[in-house]
């Protein structure tokens, strides 16, 4: 299993983050026209752990997730259950993965105006994790 589709599967089945986006979580981008709020994730870096005896099984992940409201206080409440749901955990598993640790690196909280130029401004908060995972328990 790919990182990818576990942080995915965590995030739609976290109870207090599916109750704000339902299954609006996207890998990367978010099909035209998805109504607010939502999620995007994607991998910014990916480096496997080596030791003296080569590849230990473990990757390195530096992983983005951005979350999308039309208001502050829907993009504060998401970015907390989004925390909650992947950030400060360690040894949990998903479908064969295995993540060892998943911690809340850094996040920034702006506004922006939406692609299609309407007026409303879009508040969007990006947190990056650093994932530390494996396919198989060693």
């Known amino acids: 299993m790919e990182l990818a589709s576990a942080i995915y599967t965590v995030l739609v089945t976290d109870v207090d983050v599916s109750a704000l ?3 609006r979580v996207y890998p990367e981008q978010v099909p035209q026209g998805s109504a607010f709020p939502y999620i995007t994730f994607l991998n910014v870096t990916s480096s496997p752990i080596r030791s003296l005896s080569g590849y230990s099984g473990v990757t390195k992940t ?3 997730v951005d979350c999308f409201a039309d208001d502050k206080a829907t993009v504060v409440a998401l970015k907390d259950a989004v925390r909650v749901a992947i950030g400060d955990r360690n040894n949990w598993q998903q479908a064969g993965l295995v993540v060892q640790s998943s911690q809340l690196d850094a996040y920034r ?3 922006e105006r939406p692609f299609d130029g309407g007026e409303r ?4 908060v990006s947190m990056d994790f650093i994932v530390f995972w494996q396919d198989e328990p060693i």
């Open 21 to 23: 986006v339902g299954t």
């Open 62 to 64: 530096m992983l983005q």
């Open 109 to 111: 909280d702006t506004s």
């Open 121 to 124: 401004m879009v508040r969007r």
